[in-house]
């Protein structure tokens, strides 16, 4: 086998610490071929160490070394070595693409800032890019992300700038280190007719939530991203703070709707026969999750009854759709749960079976079809992507009509169900400024813009206020827009028949002759009854659109309602406007309140030590960021 010579002494390149010739056996030394001392690869020999020196910084950079070495009697004149040539300089184009993509990569994936410390990812930076050096985790903190930060929130406070109004959503929330936080979201509609949400801003509050406090805050957030002057509506919880803020700073309300849900249903999970039966389920399920024997025999009797491989589900007590859930899921699991408590082994190692009777399941049964209604609601609402606050109205009634007693239902727990949610949400949005903004919102929704929930003289009110809001915001339209938009309307919607070219021949008809001789004669004076300018008030332009919207089929359920604006905003031009304004609130602040379990993992145990500002760039960017 051929050994390894070391390069002679005159070949004075730090490459050849690395390189060798081979010799064979008899001692002969083959100078034509170069071979790697660390993977035995073999290179033809020129006289020169390119191959060489490419082979190292391809498959060995780690061996590389920071030398100069003058390869020329030139003064001053420095010879680059391999680290030099190969590493990317900082401020190179690609070099700022890659910091950038990390930086999103942090905080897009909620990743710790030490994750730029860890050996598994720089190893696989190195593999992607050998000539890229990751900077610190201080300069990813204090600079790269940050800029990020400043980047987005441009784009953001570009896109809020085009809109007309923006609803914005408020809620508050703990953190594992007992710090008190704020977040705010706001939604507005694009000019695609899109509905947007962003994150604002997730601050510390150190004071008391006082409404007057979380008012000033609110204000300071408006001024901050330039919307002061978007007519703002607040959509919050029902707590009274939040009322007084709204109040105070002379912002439109919406109470937020799954909140109002959650209330009403928790009235019904309280009531005793509901309660008892609640916690022997729990009762069940926590025995299933702390006994290993049970919780494997549970698996078996799944597998021999053809069951999900489901585990059995535990209630939280702040979120009423848990309990129905767990109840959900017993029901489904009930044969293969009765199955795995009867066997043997569960039996030996257990001091006490809980199992449910005959009547319980069927209480089961009456909770989940009484609950239902309410548990599809609160799914609808929680929605992001298409209008909610427009589904209040014409929902709320709907779920009032459908609880109210009916003495023909043998169910004796469903009627107590139905009666109280009916009593609590007969409660709920009563004043006149929360019900007159919900209709108008539902008016403006082409699926309930009939309002068939509504008598005859709340549907014609509506209407009235509708068009009443309608014409002072088009007063303040230019007159040259304005004369534009009744002309637009007016050829969208009752197009001109086309006109044929006269001929040159005169018609041989006494009032064919007729019309062709006033042509030729006024024509060019007195133009075409299409062309002239129709002068309405906006008063009447606004209830001459109303009538014609209002005449046009509903749109299906299944249709999304942005979709037909985007498609008769020509039609519509005046209530096109109006459906921006309104359709563009969300029926509650789950938005908000979904930034709370985001927080959760970035405010962790082991990363307590991060700075409000730090969690509020982390949080903005994780859902406003495009990758």
Known sequence: MDKLRPAPSHLKSDVWQHFGFSEDTEGVVDKSHTVCKVCSAKFKYFGNTTNMKKHITRFHSELEKQHSLPITNTPGYIQRTLDQVAKLPPNSEKAKRITRSVAGFIAKDLRP??????????????????????????????????????????????????????????????????ESYVTITAHYITDEWKLAACVLQTRAMSESHTGANIAELLHNVSDEWKIRNKDLVLVSDNASNMAVAAQLGKFSHVRCYAHTLNLASQRALKLPSVSRLLGRVRRIATFFHRSAIANHQLKEKQKQLNLPSHKLKSDVITRWNSAYEMLERFLEQQPAVCAALLSQEVRKGAAEIFTLTESDISCSEDVITALKPMKDATLLMSEESSPTACL???????????????????????????????????????????TSLLNKCASLDPRFKALPFLSKEKREETYKTLITEASSLQEEVPDNLEDSTVKEANISVSPQPEVTELQDDCPTTSKGRASFLLHNLLGQTFSDA??????????????????????????????????????????????????????????????????????????TAQRSTLTSEHVDQLLFLHKNLVL
């Open 392 to 434: 209040i109205a014409p929902l709320h009634a709907k779920l009032i009509q459908d609880m109210k007693e009916n003495t023909e239902e043998k169910s004796v727990m469903i009627r107590e169900i139905k009666r109280v949610i009916c009593e609590d949400l007969s409660k709920r949005y009563t004043t006149d400024q929360e």
């Open 530 to 603: 299409s062309d002239t300018p129709y002068h309405q008030s906006p008063s009447a332009l606004v209830e001459e659109e109303m009538t014609r919207y209002c005449s046009t089929p509903p749109l299906s359920l299944t249709e999304d309602p942005l979709n037909w604006w985007h498609v008769n905003k020509v039609s519509f031009p005046v209530l096109s406007k109006m459906a921006k304004r309104y359709l563009c609130i969300p029926a509650t602040s789950v938005s908000a309140e979904r930034v709370f379990s985001t927080a959760g993992d970035i405010v």
């Open 113 to 178: 800032y030490s994750v730029v410390e860890n050996q598994g990812f720089r190893t696989m930076l190195q593999v992607l890019e050998p000539r890229y050096t990751l900077p610190s985790r201080r300069y990813f903190s204090e600079t790269a992300v940050p800029a990020l930060y400043s980047e987005c929130k441009d784009h953001i406070l570009e896109s809020l700038s085009n809109t007309d109004r923006v609803a914005i959503t408020c809620d508050a929330w703990t953190s594992i280190t007992t």
